[in-house]
């Protein structure tokens, strides 16, 4: 018997690291896009279009039209266990010919409805 807990006790860890991510309980919950900076470096203003960067990443979290520009939001949120969140939005913003003429990347809004993100 006590084998069987020592042997038990050992591989429930192993079993949860082991499993897909959904259900390793230690595993940090994620939410929407995330662009690095790699990638977001990839993609050349005045050169890259909307379906150059819909095939990239997918359909945009929200858009917004601005006059002639058509303003994309891809919005990331990692909650983590231990250390610090992240919040996160990269935006694409493209001129009335549908290519890109400004890209950047920074905090999300503060007011997310999720209280796990102090927000």
Do not use: C
Not at 10 to 27: D, E, S, V
Request: hydrophobic letters at 40%; proline letters at 5%.
């Amino acid at each position: 018997m006590r084998a069987f807990i020592l042997t038990l006790a050992l591989a429930t860890p192993l079993a949860l690291a082991a499993g897909p991510a959904h259900a390793n309980p230690f595993a940090a919950h994620t939410t929407g896009t995330e662009i690095t900076q790699k990638q977001l470096d990839e993609l050349e203003v005045g050169k890259a279009t909307q379906d150059q960067v819909r095939e990239k990443f997918g359909a945009p979290t929200r858009r917004e039209q601005l006059g002639d520009t058509q303003v994309w939001y891809y919005d990331y949120a990692k909650i983590k266990h231990f250390g610090k969140n992240v919040q996160e939005s990269t935006v694409f913003e493209f001129d009335k010919d549908n290519v890109l003429k400004v890209k950047s990347k920074g905090a999300a809004p503060a007011k997310t409805g999720n209280p796990f993100l102090g927000g």
